[in-house]
């Protein structure tokens, strides 16, 4: 297995989690504020490389159907502009309800509750690949 950066983006704010080495186990990381979509890929891009991760995992909100809406379409732009600028792969991953889990676990929002929500997608993922 490889390490993961997951990425869980929101219009203010992106959540950053990244997988031990085994990609077995999610860990949250941090919260970067959004600034631009360029700017944004460039920094998820530099933590990629800082963090040694061989793939970026990039949560998509689909609709209560299942579909690509509205905010699917604007986070599947940001994988487009990561893919521009990286030779690293993009992976996707259905991300519905990630916040509303890191909040349960967490009992509140606060700086860190992106970050665990991309944790939460994270090893989703993880767990999906390791059975």
Do not use: C
Not at 4 to 23: M, Q, T, Y
Not at 68 to 73: D, K, L, M, T, V
Not at 87 to 97: H, N
């Amino acid at each position: 297995m490889t390490r993961i950066l997951a990425v869980d983006p929101g219009d203010k704010r992106i959540g950053i989690a990244v997988s031990d080495p085994s990609g077995t186990i999610a860990r949250p990381l941090f919260v970067i504020e959004h600034v631009s979509r360029q700017a944004d890929a460039q920094s998820i891009v530099q933590h990629a490389v800082e963090y040694d991760a061989e793939m970026i995992l990039v949560g998509i909100a689909l609709d209560p159907s299942g579909q690509i809406g509205h905010q699917a379409r604007k986070e599947l732009r940001l994988v487009d502009a990561l893919r521009t600028i990286t030779e690293l792969e993009i992976e996707t991953w259905d991300e519905t309800d990630s916040t509303q889990t890191a909040l349960q676990l967490a009992g509140k929002r606060d700086k860190m509750t992106d970050a665990l929500a991309a944790a939460v997608l994270l090893q989703e993922y993880l767990d999906a690949q390791n059975t």
